[in-house]
């Protein structure tokens, strides 16, 4: 995983862990760094501990870590990533149509200044699925696309705080934010609120994750649910199933998702 201190990588690496423990496996758990180096160095490490199998998540499948995966001679399985393949046997959520919805909820709403704050747009689910996402909803309904209103950076607490700094200081603020992860919102949030403005008054945000910290800030935040401890789950037990040589019926399993309403919309 990136980085067990992430709260999201942790609920995921618990659902890993619960299924691991039901089929008698134990597990041995590595932090990578989103670094593609680390990661290929980590897949030898593994290999050469002579593991039975690997549940991965990446934030970027590079070509060089999907020529390596491919190459694997044990089962590996992709959990809450994309590959540019369909070679890899993964577990996700449909990013885009969760997107998608997410934005549409905004303009129902009224909203037509509609901004879009993420982390890394190379990184496939931000730029493939929640970017494309959010240009066609508002396509669809006949707003202009402002470049000004894509903010994209680290995806961390103090890049939300900048991201508001940015956005307030245009010409036309939006009044509406799709927001790419909770931690990114929270940032967002309170740097809305120093500027004497009010969540989801002013300002209406939908995040996308629905990690613990979601329920933490003031207004709580409505967002999409990414089951994490499900995706978890879903993919120890479909790894369990190449490691113990079973029929898989499904190679790309889509959990179903939905948007969690709380206090930063309307």
Not at 140 to 154: C, F, Q, R, S, W
Not at 211 to 237: C, E, F, H, Q, W
Request: glycine share 6%; aromatic share 6%.
């Amino acid at each position: 995983i990136p980085d067990i201190s992430n709260n999201l990588n942790a609920e995921l690496a618990r659902g890993i862990e619960d299924i691991a423990t039901m089929y008698r496996y134990n597990i041995i758990l590595a932090n990578s760094d989103q670094n593609e180096e680390k990661e290929l160095s980590l897949l030898d490490t593994m290999l050469g501990k002579q593991v039975d199998g690997i549940v991965m998540m990446s934030e970027e499948v590079t070509d060089n870590i999907q020529r390596a995966v491919e190459a694997c001679p044990v089962p590996i399985v992709l959990a809450g990533s994309i590959s540019s393949t369909e070679k890899v046997a993964s577990v996700n959520i449909d990013y885009y149509n969760a997107a998608f919805e997410a934005v549409e909820t905004l303009i129902d709403n009224g909203h037509t200044r509609i901004a879009f704050v993420s982390g890394p747009l190379q990184y496939t689910v931000n730029g493939q699925h929640k970017l494309a996402a959010y240009k066609d909803a508002l396509e669809k309904a006949n707003i202009e696309i402002d470049d000004a209103l894509i903010v994209a950076g680290d995806g961390s607490y103090d890049d939300g705080l900048e991201s508001w700094e940015n956005l307030s200081e245009l010409q036309q603020p939006p009044t509406a934010i799709f927001v790419g992860n909770d931690e990114l919102a929270i940032g967002l949030v309170h740097g809305i609120q120093d500027s004497g403005k009010n969540v989801p008054d002013d300002v209406e945000i939908i995040s996308f994750e629905n990690s613990k910290l979601a329920r933490m800030v003031r207004p709580k935040l409505t967002s999409v649910v990414l089951p994490l401890y499900d995706i978890g789950a879903v993919a120890m037990r479909l790894l369990t199933k190449y490691m113990n040589k079973e029929e898989v019926e499904q190679q790309h399993v889509i959990l179903p998702h939905r948007i969690e309403k709380r206090g930063s919309s309307k």
